[in-house]
């Protein structure tokens, strides 16, 4: 068989059969062997030189003139390049163009520094190349997928060790899954807490064989809503819509000045819709860390809330999942282990490549509602992964997250915890030491936001009319969206931004705030980095200053 | 900062914030930089040498035995291992337990060997580590993949030069989007498909913000339905669970000898429903070969009856939609271009590390149904890839996909295409010479599905009561599952089973049938092999007629 594409001879690159069957064998002689861990080493160090050499997020190039360059949408008929070109090609020109987010001056999101040995697990997965889908093409790995589950599961409810031994390696009961990240968590969570309340009842199948149309009508509803606070990240609003629910059936709760939940406001609303026969709750989503500030709603209250009205009960838990692990701040989840369902997100404080998230179910059988089988894989009674799960094929992720706590043991991973959450404390101190900076929200973890605003527009803020308060506001949104672009765009370091909508200041006075926003994850950022990042900042708000008198006239739009 | 935790003085593992911080600092200096490219020696060559040591599929253990070893549900507090540990313990006493995949003896998935350069890829972007919801955590990886997005759109409905330099890099219009999997991607792709067709009308603001209940009443519906071969995925199904469509409303359409949509079922099922105006189709779905058995729908036909009903077409071509590179067999997927949106997975014939699919529309703006944006990314107007997109976070698979491409040429995976097809085709011959086999279907694509059948079952199928033929399609198919269970668990080769569910035999007697399947995308795998196979499972069958004489009672249940 082989034979018959001999006869091309383009010896140099993958044209003919005999090139190709070499790309599948792994080479046993020597010199090809050193080859390809030459590679390796090119991967391993040569990416490092770029991020040691480009202490900044990226080389100054505006993306017009970046985008220009990839235009060209021909597919090669021939091969273009061998792989170490392609590897030279993406150590060269490629990541000096990428964003160097390991940087400890990049600490505007959650994606950051990650250890080095992720990137050998994460090789070690691909090469082994399993598919947690189906035991047929995983076997050991889906074991071990349910074991991972099991322990994170412990982490969060704490059950007993009958509960766990019964269920660890049960191919009838769920702990939980694995998904691509945190968005398809909430996803798959909210679509059981959907099943859930719509279920099957005489003369209908449940919602899932017959749709949220019928369903309304068998269950004699009109509406059905979702309740989460104002700080709710997006992707809860997508899931809804996805769902069929409709997102603007997801009710934004208030907040309090600390960008909790307002419990008040919170079962007055459930109130509300339960005086309405025709109306129902899905789901009472509380925070682990909110995406934009770090708060953390009261997790116990919620809980008991819920439980008294008999409403599925969700956390959010993608960001702050891992403090649980801390013994110092652990308590700051109190409350947890009452939530129906659990998102937590691996990429980031599990510190994962790209990209992972778990959601976890505090019943076993609860994913029994989001169940699907096939002819020739799932199978009833299988231990199949694939069947309760929102993916088809997976990676084994799961596999990471294992080695990884071996290596690092919930110890190592508290040390990151506890360090993120008192540099976010002391960063706040900074702050509130310079007089042209505002602290808008403090640490509750490892986030926090804040504003340049200069001193004398905090005074003219304190005692003025409506009226004005809202126009010195719109000047300082202005000066913060220009410092934070004009930052990144300098190349040195990075902070995010972000609009605190109707934020309530101490004073009463509500309106949206553009606030700049930090999160600190990457344990190579110290407090003189965060000196450097505020004094930048405190320079370009000078100059920006020295050259236009009116501040209200100082900015471009971004 | 960093001093506060030197007391702690374990050195051996990561319990202390000075180990803590080595592993986020790629060391430097010699020795330490040559025992972390010994790691990746290890993993790139240790594991492949038990790839080849074990031909089979997995060393014989049974799931019991091994899950009872993976039981254990505590988290260690203290670091367990180090990474070598680790890595070794992944390699001498996991992998062999995993599943050979790679194996040229493995032919029962959709999962294979893949070019080892495939494992450098992953490893780059995983040492990259950017995050493609933002271009603030991915930049040039953003433009790469809208470049790579126009790449294969253009493989799929080569439009113009000019239609691709508008979308190349518009900012605005989406080709496509890179998903998780197969699945997410026709769950988007339908997700758009539901979008449109319950559209905002006046005093209703589409069911993305309302919610299907709202949206039936808005467009005077009780129903809606996709529509599907009885070939279709279980994703599909899936999908309009999730979608609140209902799963029910997937209509499975009849398929004729060859495993085709029945064209004459679709069109008398599109025009029953038509007649009521309380009913609507989303999709009709076309399949470019279909999971079990290869098959291809006829898309120009099917295309060409939807753009006449004005319903939108959706295929899914997660197997079959790479064949468009071969010159040689493209024609298969003629009309391919009349789709709305097509599904083609990047882990299948892309043969990419698990886990990556992708989905295209033809109208760069349909995406627009479902996009959406926060305050701190996927800002209006923005670049960012996550404003729509199912997922948030994502890997930058499309990154691997690129250099892929580059280092094969289309002409490389052609190759590849071409081989797995043509070696189905002997497959198919060497068991149409062997009397006690029975070919069910034959390879249009690289999928093949057939029995053991011995010639005296065979010849009693044919003229016989429907009764007596009931009775003896059931013996075929317990034969059928033993001999499957067997060779899979004697460990040397691997081929999969599934029930081809109403199969339509040639003289019209229609039952279920348990079929042998095959998928033949591994170039290692040769005739040679295949005979292997073959000899192995007509020597089960003989020593399970040896051990009974009546073929009924032989089998027990799997």
């Known amino acids: 068989m082989l034979n018959e594409f001999k006869s091309q001879k383009d010896k140099e690159l993958i044209a003919d059969w005999d090139a190709l069957s070499r790309i599948f064998i792994r080479p046993e002689n020597k010199a090809t062997r050193a080859t390809l861990v030459k590679y390796m080493e090119q991967i391993l160090f040569g990416l490092h030189s770029f991020l040691n050499k ?16 990839f235009t060209d949408t021909h597919l090669n008929k021939h091969p273009e390049k061998k792989l170490k070109d392609v590897i030279s090609c993406l150590i060269e020109n490629i990541a000096p163009h990428a964003v160097n987010v390991a940087s400890p001056y990049f600490i505007g999101h959650m994606t950051s520094a990650i250890p080095f040995f992720m990137v050998h697990l994460k090789t070690i997965v691909s090469a082994l190349n ?49 998904t691509e990240g945190g968005t398809t968590a909430n996803l798959s969570a909210l679509w059981v807490a959907r099943n859930q309340l719509l279920k099957p009842i005489p003369g209908f199948e449940g919602v899932e064989i017959d749709g949220i149309a019928k369903a309304y009508a068998a ?74 500030t770090g708060s953390v709603d009261p997790l116990r209250q919620i809980g008991e809330i819920c439980h008294q009205h008999h409403i599925y009960f969700h956390v ?33 404080q599990f510190y994962m490549p790209m990209s992972c998230g778990m959601v976890y179910f505090k019943d076993p059988y609860f994913m029994n509602a989001i169940e699907y089988h096939s002819n020739y894989v799932n199978r009833m009674g299988s231990v199949d992964l694939g069947i309760k799960s929102l993916a088809g094929s ?4 799961s596999l990471i997250l294992d080695c990884a706590i071996k290596i690092m043991g919930t110890k190592g991973y508290a040390l990151l915890i506890d360090y993120g959450i008192e540099l976010a404390k002391k960063f706040a101190q900074e702050i509130e030491k310079r007089k042209h900076f505002r602290l808008i929200t403090s640490p509750e973890l490892n986030i926090l936001t804040y504003q340049v605003c200069p001193e004398s ?52 006075f509500v309106d949206d705030v553009v606030v700049l926003r930090c999160v600190l994850m990457n344990p190579m950022t110290t407090i003189t980095i965060i000196n450097d990042i505020l004094n930048e900042q ?21």
């Open 457 to 508: 527009l905090q005074l003219a803020l304190l005692n003025t009319t409506v009226e004005e308060k809202k126009q010195i506001n719109a000047t300082i949104n202005e000066l913060n969206r220009s410092v934070q672009r004009i930052q990144r765009e300098s190349g040195k370091s990075f902070v995010s931004r972000t609009v605190l909508t109707a934020h309530r200041f101490q004073d009463g």
């Open 394 to 397: 997976r990676e084994a992720h």
């Open 316 to 348: 959010d838990a993608a960001w702050g999942g891992p403090t649980l692990m801390s013994e110092k701040y652990r308590h700051l989840l109190d409350g947890i282990s009452l939530a129906d369902s659990v998102t937590i997100d691996c990429h980031k």
């Open 54 to 69: 480009n202490v900044g997020i990226t080389q100054e190039i505006s993306l017009k003139k970046l985008s220009e360059q």
């Open 219 to 292: 269950h004699g509803l009109d509406e059905c809503f979702i309740l989460v606070s104002k700080r709710g990240h997006y992707s809860l609003r997508k899931a809804a819509g996805v769902l069929g629910i409709g997102n603007k059936h997801v009710i934004p709760i208030d907040v309090n000045l600390k960008h909790q939940i307002e419990l008040t406001h919170l079962m007055n609303t459930i109130n509300e819709i339960k005086r309405n026969p025709r109306k129902a709750i899905i789901a009472v989503i509380g925070i682990a860390g909110t995406t934009e």
């Open 538 to 558: 405190e320079a370009i708000f000078h100059q920006l200053q020295h050259e236009r008198t009116d501040p209200c006239t100082l900015v471009k739009e971004n």
């Open 130 to 178: 399993q598919n947690v889908v189906k035991l047929e093409t995983s076997k050991v790995v889906s074991v071990i997928e349910k074991q991972v589950l099991a322990k994170i599961h412990r982490l969060i409810y704490s059950n007993t060790d009958m509960f766990y031994q019964d269920h660890v390696q049960n191919t009838v009961s769920s702990l939980g899954v694995f």
